[in-house]
Nanobody, 124 residues
């Protein structure tokens, strides 16, 4: 059974850092990427970043590329999103998600399944 369990969201001041975690299980890791998309109130979903567990291939959106880093721990099937220099516009619900086989997350439509989401709020 597919499981994507997120953790690590919260409230942080502008310029601060957070690390999101996603523990994945219940599917083959050879063909899928795991990553994150986000949705802010009143806005469309936006892909953030993802990583393919089998070979480490990644995609990260230009809007966060300099500040966010995705990584993986293959031993525990856990994906991490390190978010630095956070801005108020990063405030959103962040969803851990799995892509369709063979895809990276160049668009939100590449994600097939996702978890419950974790709130990230950047505010002073």
């Amino acid at each position: 059974q597919l499981q994507l369990v997120e953790s690590g969201g919260g409230l942080v001041q502008p310029g601060g850092s957070l690390r999101l975690s996603c523990a994945a299980s219940g599917f083959s890791f050879d063909y899928h990427a795991i990553g994150w998309f986000r949705q802010a109130p009143g806005k469309e979903r936006e892909t953030v970043s993802c990583i393919r567990l089998s070979d480490g291939s990644t995609f990260t959106a230009d809007s966060v590329k300099v500040r966010f880093t995705i990584s993986r721990d293959n031993a525990t099937n856990t994906v991490y999103l390190q978010m630095n220099s956070l801005k108020p516009e990063d405030t959103a619900v962040y969803y851990c998600a799995k892509t369709y086989p063979g895809r990276l997350c160049r668009g939100v439509h590449d994600f097939a399944s996702w978890g419950q989401g974790t709130q990230v709020t950047v505010s002073s």
